[in-house]
């Protein structure tokens, strides 16, 4: 019902900053969280960051938190993760998903609706 695409990723030095996108149509997700997740190569895939429905309240790794900010425009009906200071270990695929539960989860499989991942390549 809900198809997920993000986009933004590429090829980076250690410190640049990268902003992803991730859009969403089929229907709105306004009332849904929204999730960033990551996933490198021989490496589970790993929760970055989570935004509630309202913006209110927000979550994020401790490998990222300070570095990255998660936002979302409701009217666009679009979310964004803000990537500063990347770092190496930061590279892997970026995923973005979608909760129709209420509130915020860091776990995947709380996560109804998935994107395919845009690459994010970070170079020391």
């Known amino acids: 019902q809900v198809q997920l695409v993000e986009s933004g990723g590429g090829l980076v030095q250690a410190g640049d900053s990268l902003r992803l996108s991730c859009a969403a149509s089929g229907r709105t997700v306004s009332t849904y969280a929204m999730g960033w997740f990551r996933q490198a190569p021989g490496k589970e895939r790993e929760f970055v960051a989570v935004?509630?429905?309202?913006?209110?309240?927000?979550y994020y790794s401790d490998s990222v938190k300070g570095r990255f900010t998660i936002s979302r425009d409701n009217a666009k009906n679009t979310v964004y993760l803000q990537m500063n200071n990347l770092k190496p270990e930061d590279a892997a695929v970026y995923y973005c998903a979608a909760d129709r539960s209420y509130g915020t989860a860091v776990a995947p499989r709380c996560y109804d609706y998935w994107g395919q991942g845009t690459q994010v390549t970070v170079s020391s």
């Open positions: 935004i509630s429905w309202n913006s209110g309240n927000t």
